[in-house]
């Protein structure tokens, strides 16, 4: 059975930084590309960031280029997410999923809790 558990979220200050981390159980996703998405209170899903099985290719959503930077421990079956410069826009809860295209769309429907971020102005 597969298992996400993201961990890291909390409330911060504009302009702070915040280190995510999402922890893989139930299969071993090293040969899987990882990603990062969140969703902000009323809107859907969006896609964040994704890192190849080897970690030579990465994606960024537009949004977040320049502040976020995604990484991966494959011995660990763990990605993270190092957001930096956050602004209040980045506020929402953020997931990780296994198996995503490098266009940003998970091919299967594993999800973990998530774990809130909340940047206050």
């Known amino acids: 059975q597969v298992q996400l558990v993201e961990s890291g979220g909390g409330l911060v200050q504009a302009g702070g930084s915040l280190r995510l981390s999402c922890a893989a159980s139930?299969?071993?996703?090293?040969?899987?590309?990882m990603g990062w998405f969140r969703q902000a209170p009323g809107k859907e899903r969006e896609f964040v960031a994704v890192?190849?099985?080897?970690?030579?290719?990465?994606y960024y959503a537009d949004s977040v280029k320049g502040r976020f930077t995604i990484s991966r421990e494959n011995g660990k079956n763990t990605i993270h997410l190092q957001m930096n410069s956050l602004k209040p826009e980045d506020t929402g809860v953020y997931y990780c999923?296994?198996?995503?295209?490098?266009?940003?769309?998970?091919?299967?429907?594993?999800w973990g809790q998530g774990t809130q971020v909340t940047v206050s102005s």
């Open positions: 999923a296994p198996d995503v295209t490098p266009r940003g769309v998970p091919r299967g429907d594993y």
């Open positions: 139930g299969r071993n996703f090293s040969s899987y590309a």
């Open positions: 890192i190849s099985w080897s970690g030579g290719t990465i």
